[in-house]
């Protein structure tokens, strides 16, 4: 035989020519995923590998010291990043300016005072730093030139300690520490302390000459035993996301209590929605309603999906609230409050009901698609074959919408997990959700503290991810029935 022979002629009889496996063209769907991976190298590898890295310096905000004159007389973080320090260990001036140079962790041991919890203070509140000392000067204005009223040279005062990182017990726990380089008492009204942000202190008292002048954040208890000379609002920034974050988000059981609401309140709306909206989205779609009526409302749900936020919270309050219009009929017809009798709608189960407003609509708009793909012969077979309606919604209808189904619940958790505008304006902080704390720690005043509001927020970006991958995984397999 020769070894040139044709294809055809090596085939025995009746074997037919092997077809080439298909080339499998790259699908132009997967460019859809592209803004996902693009998200998630940008909010959560990039984050997390930085880590690492601010967990042992923080980024800094400058702190400017302004005498009554408005002269800047000192300053603390000029360099945009906390020179030494961390949390629960001060940073330490050595003299000098605000060079970096000129800065150092707090090296004793024990320290001075207490936190709340009895725990020692890293760090020399009221007292010499433990790296240096400065020495007050001879003068008020030892450069000899003529002030201005009310101006001050140029540390005459300083910004000699700060625990930009908290205490032990908390890392809101902050204070700050100033020192009188000078050997004359100095009155401080009309002197300021701020960041150009949310730390704005107008300081008040007198700091003695060689003396020092405690400031603690929001009350008197990040130094417990040692009284401070004024207290103030705001926070420093303490270099955003670090590992003392999560170590405090997951010792904290309220933090932690904040996710357990958040996820029942999107699990009690995701499954009342998901049953309630089908059923609604099934008498729209397939229950034989004029056509005008079918139009109207999907117009309806896709307009009341879109509701939410302020407007939404305040239709329920006007209506349901303790001066709404329903609860005071209801008080005026059978003469009780009832409120004093314990209801309310400001907890979970009330603001579940709010939610559940733009929840039916979004489950409509939803699986209206899915219902409209369930085709005419699949039921005209079950009916030939001697099937009954409920088992050809068993066998095969149900079968085919669950995908849908699921992906539809999936998706109104997560739309309800996320929630903040509705939940804020409706109860504000009586419900501990997830969103609202996270609102506090970034706006607030006596909870800022953005690092652990940056991490409370990683933990909601995991729990959307995983809703997000879910629901790709269902909607790819109904795609399969609407070929």
Request: charged letters at 15%; aromatic letters at 10%.
């Amino acid at each position: 035989m020769s070894a040139s022979r044709s294809r055809t002629e090596r085939l025995g009889k009746g074997d037919a020519p092997r077809a080439r496996p298909p080339v499998r063209a790259i699908s132009w769907a997967w460019l859809g995923l592209l803004p996902f991976f693009l998200f998630a190298l940008a909010f959560l590898i990039l984050p997390s590998a930085s880590i690492v890295f601010k967990s042992f310096q923080g980024l800094a905000e400058t702190l400017f010291l302004k005498d009554p004159s408005r002269d800047v007389v000192d300053s603390a973080g000029l360099s945009r990043q906390w020179a030494a320090g961390g949390r629960g260990v001060s940073m330490e001036r050595r003299g000098g300016n605000d060079a970096a140079v000129n800065w150092g962790a707090f090296a004793g041991s024990g320290g001075v005072g207490h936190d709340a919890e009895g725990n020692p203070i890293a760090g020399t509140p009221g007292e010499a730093n433990s790296i240096a000392s400065v020495t007050p000067q001879a003068s008020p204005t030892p450069d000899g030139q003529p002030r201005r009223e009310g101006s001050y040279p140029p540390r005459s005062v300083l910004i000699n300690e700060l625990a930009w990182g908290g205490t032990e017990a908390s890392a809101a726990a902050e204070w700050i520490e100033l020192f009188n380089t000078t050997t004359a008492d100095i009155d401080l009204a009309g002197w300021t302390l701020s960041d150009g942000n949310d730390i704005q202190i107008d300081l008040a008292g007198t700091i003695p000459a060689g003396g020092y002048f405690l400031l603690e954040r929001g009350d008197d208890t990040p130094i417990a035993d040692i009284p401070a000379d004024q207290i103030y609002a705001g926070a420093l920034r303490d270099g955003g996301l670090t590992l003392d974050n999560f170590t405090e988000l997951i010792s904290r059981r309220d933090l932690m209590r904040s996710y357990q609401a958040s996820i029942s309140i999107s699990l009690i709306t995701a499954l009342g929605g998901g049953l309630f909206g089908f059923l609604l989205a099934y008498a729209v779609i397939l229950g034989g309603l004029p056509k005008g009526m079918r139009t109207f409302m999907v117009t309806f749900s896709g307009v009341a999906s879109n509701f939410a936020g302020v407007p939404l919270a305040f239709a329920f309050m006007s209506t349901l609230g303790q001066m709404g219009l329903i609860t005071r009929a209801i008080n005026s017809l059978l003469d009780t409050n009832i409120y004093m009798a314990g209801f309310s709608i400001y907890n979970i189960w009330g603001l579940s009901i709010v939610y559940m407003y733009f929840q039916f609509p979004l489950m409509v708009l939803v699986m209206a698609p899915a219902l409209d793909g369930l085709r005419r012969e699949w039921r005209e077979a079950a009916e030939n074959l001697g099937g009954t309606a409920w088992q050809y919604w068993r066998h095969v209808a149900l079968p085919i919408l669950m995908p849908s189904l699921l992906g539809a619940m999936i998706l109104l958790f997560g739309n309800s997990f996320g929630a903040y505008a509705t939940a804020y304006a409706f109860a504000g902080s009586r419900i501990n959700l997830v969103t609202i704390v996270i609102g506090g720690q970034i706006t607030g005043e006596a909870l800022f503290n953005p690092g652990l509001g940056n991490a409370l927020a990683l933990g909601m970006v995991v729990v959307m991810a995983v809703c997000m991958a879910g629901y790709a995984a269902t909607q790819r397999r109904a795609a399969r029935w609407m070929r």
